[in-house]
């Protein structure tokens, strides 16, 4: 039998260094371990502290630096001509600023939207440009990076419905204003909502009428002439289309004037005319593309007082969890003097459903000396803390703010951003959770701008801005990114936006008139432009 042989320090020595690659190895992942968990920490501590420690945060950081200031842009050019189909729609290139908040608390997207894998966005767009844009978004989507909005890039600019500036009164539709749009997903095509008239703002036969692009047109390039939507005795106002985020139903929430004892007197060659606003209604979209039985949401008089006064609306519902919330106002200024010892006092509020709109609750009387608050505009930071904005006429826009989602709402403050006593809109922009604002950038005098000393009792420099701190909008500085129209036409008014989330796209519908005296020259009427999204 062979002699077995002693185990050799050789084979000791590779043991032992085995053994101490083993424990450098367990440690190293200790140590990895470790900056892990307090990184995570760290995280989880950041998201629970205040929304003004986290702002002071990221901007020490250097990849999220905000910008300390915004610069309001410049016209692009002077433009006396009457028509409006070749305005300037220049859109600043600056790369200021820094968004960082994704608000998943507001779906404006439709069912097409769900499918991010889908190639092509329907509207026809081939160029190189737009493509590799899409695809970049897209990857970042894919990969759940936080963008910002860079700029806005206009593609497309089209009347939606236009008419001259003389029509003989009672002639055709001579008047149409107060534009809302939806994407219909089934043919991808526009929905376009607003109220018209033949004689004037407010006569008996002003009514709610749509129209729709032609074929499979997200472009809006042709457009179907209009037709009645919801027939009436009275006159209608303030359409919204909206889509609801649980079943994609397309609603369309608009006034119903009813009392016409309080109609405004006949006034020179004007017959009466009906007051703004009525009744608060609703009706939703059949699959035949009409319109069912409306459903009355507020009432006029809203029980507490025999006669109430008018309530009015002008933008789009937000969702806060369960939550839809529909920004309006009680308009009573505008009635006839015996009516109004007898109505509401003027007041701006919400109506709140958390049942899916099958009810509705009034939430909320917000006032303050020496101006109306109107037309409100609604949205929603991270903490669930909303933000309702007014149109003033003082100049500045007003905030009042809510932390009960929509119960109660604060003491109304003035805020820095101008407001020409027109109607603005706030809009997430649902990919990058950018807060967008359009509205006209000036105050009630827009002659004293410099470059628009000409332009008297107009309303001009229409611009879509993105806000630099959305936690805080009222506050925020706003990086101007889009120049709707920037003219300096006496007594034109390009005015009453409303903006469109819609894939990589993002498209401003708004009108035009003449306060006064419109040269039979003018194209007036409703407008549609559509922007490219750059993301960074």
């Keep these: 039998m062979a002699p077995r042989h002693a185990p050799s320090l050789q084979s000791h020595g590779v043991k032992w260094k085995s053994t101490g690659l083993s424990l450098s190895l367990l440690i190293g992942n200790t140590r990895q371990l470790v900056v892990i968990l307090l990184l995570l920490l760290a995280i989880l501590a950041l998201r629970a502290s205040p929304p003004r420690i986290r702002q002071r945060v990221r901007r020490s950081l250097p990849f999220t630096s905000q910008a300390r200031s915004s610069s309001s842009p ?8 009457a028509s409006i189909a070749n305005l300037p729609g220049d859109s600043s290139q600056s790369s200021e600023g820094a968004f960082t908040r994704r ?5 404006e997207r439709d069912d097409n939207d769900k499918n991010e894998d889908e190639d092509g966005d329907g509207d026809g767009d081939s160029a190189t440009t737009t493509v590799r844009t899409e695809t970049t978004t897209k990857a970042k989507r894919r990969a759940g990076k936080a963008s910002k909005i860079v700029a806005l890039n206009e593609v497309e600019r089209t009347g939606v419905f236009t008419h001259g500036g003389q029509i003989p009164v009672g002639a055709e539709l001579r008047y149409a204003h107060m534009a809302s749009a939806v994407v219909l997903s089934r043919n991808k095509t526009w929905l376009v909502a607003f109220q018209a008239s033949k004689y004037y703002e407010g006569a008996d036969d002003q009514r709610i009428y749509t129209v729709t692009s032609e074929g499979d047109d997200v472009n809006g390039t042709t457009w179907n002439l209009p037709v009645e939507a919801i027939p009436a005795k009275a006159a209608q106002w303030s359409p919204v289309l909206w889509q609801e985020p649980r079943h994609n139903t397309i609603m369309l929430f608009y006034t119903q004037s009813h009392d016409e004892t309080c109609m405004r007197p006949a006034d020179g060659k004007k017959p009466p005319l009906w007051a ?10 059949e699959r035949d593309g009409t319109f069912g039985m409306p459903r009355r949401l507020l ?9 109430g006064s008018p309530k009015v609306i002008a933008n789009p519902p937000i969702v806060v969890g369960k939550r839809w919330i529909l920004p309006f106002w009680r308009e009573t200024r505008t009635w006839a003097e015996e009516c109004q010892r007898h109505a509401d006092s003027e007041s701006a509020g919400v109506l709140i459903s958390d049942n899916m709109g099958q009810s509705w609750q009034a939430r909320g009387h917000v006032s303050t000396r020496g101006t109306h608050l109107i037309e409100g505009t609604l949205s929603s930071d991270d903490s669930g803390r909303l933000h309702q904005f007014f149109r003033t006429s003082l100049g500045r826009v007003h905030e009042s703010a809510s932390t009960d989602q929509g119960i109660s709402w604060g003491t109304p403050v003035e805020c820095p951003m101008n407001n020409a006593d027109a109607k603005m809109q706030l809009h997430v922009h649902p990919p990058t959770g950018t807060l967008l604002a359009v ?16 332009c008297r009792k107009c309303r001009t420099r229409l611009q879509i801005s993105a806000a630099i701190s959305p936690a805080h909008p009222c506050d925020s500085l706003w990086r101007p990114l889009a120049k709707v129209s920037f003219h300096h036409t006496t007594y034109l008014r390009a005015h009453y936006p409303h903006l469109v989330s819609h894939r990589d796209h993002l498209y401003v519908f708004y009108s035009t008139l003449y306060a006064c005296c419109a040269p039979a020259n003018a194209t007036l009427g409703i407008w549609m432009v559509k922007y490219n999204v750059d993301e960074a």
Excluded: T, W, Y
């Design 276 to 285: 703004p606003g009525g009744d608060i209604m609703v009706a939703d979209l």
């Design 299 to 307: 009432a006029q008089s809203e029980a507490r007082h025999a006669m």
């Design 103 to 107: 608000d998943d608390l507001v779906n």
């Design 439 to 454: 509205f006209n950038d000036h105050g009630p005098k827009p002659s004293d701008v410099r470059g628009h000393e000409g």
């Design 74 to 81: 410049s016209p692009s050019s002077e433009q006396s001509s």
